[in-house]
Nanobody, 120 residues
């Protein structure tokens, strides 16, 4: 069982910055890919950014150059630094973590989400 705890959401003015964190705890053999998704009201959930175990990253076109994903393997934590925020970035942001379990099976977990609101 893996538990994900997200933090860092809140209300910010357009042009501002926020840093989201997602810490994984529990029993697992290893953490593989980690990522952040978001879902705005009335819209489908979309991938914002992902980072593989080898630190390669990918971003949605809408956030390239503004958001940076990183991970601290010693802390089992993934971060999302969000700069130059826009009102259209308003959404619930959820982290997603892929692990290899203690019996060497793949598993995927979701955080509960943290709300980011960007005012104009």
């Amino acid at each position: 069982q893996v538990r994900l705890v997200e933090s860092g959401g809140g209300l910010v003015q357009a042009g501002g910055s926020l840093r989201l964190s997602c810490a994984a705890s529990g029993r697992f053999f290893s953490i593989n890919a980690m990522g952040w998704y978001r879902q705005a009201p009335g819209k489908q959930r979309e991938l914002v950014a992902g980072i593989a175990s080898g630190d390669s990253t990918n971003y949605a076109d809408s956030v390239k150059g503004r958001f940076t994903i990183s991970r601290d393997n010693a802390k089992n934590t993934v971060y999302l630094q969000m700069n130059s925020l826009k009102p259209e970035d308003t959404a619930v942001y959820c982290c997603n973590v892929g692990v290899t379990t203690t019996d060497y099976s793949p598993a995927n977990y979701w955080g509960k989400g943290t709300l980011v609101t960007v005012s104009s």
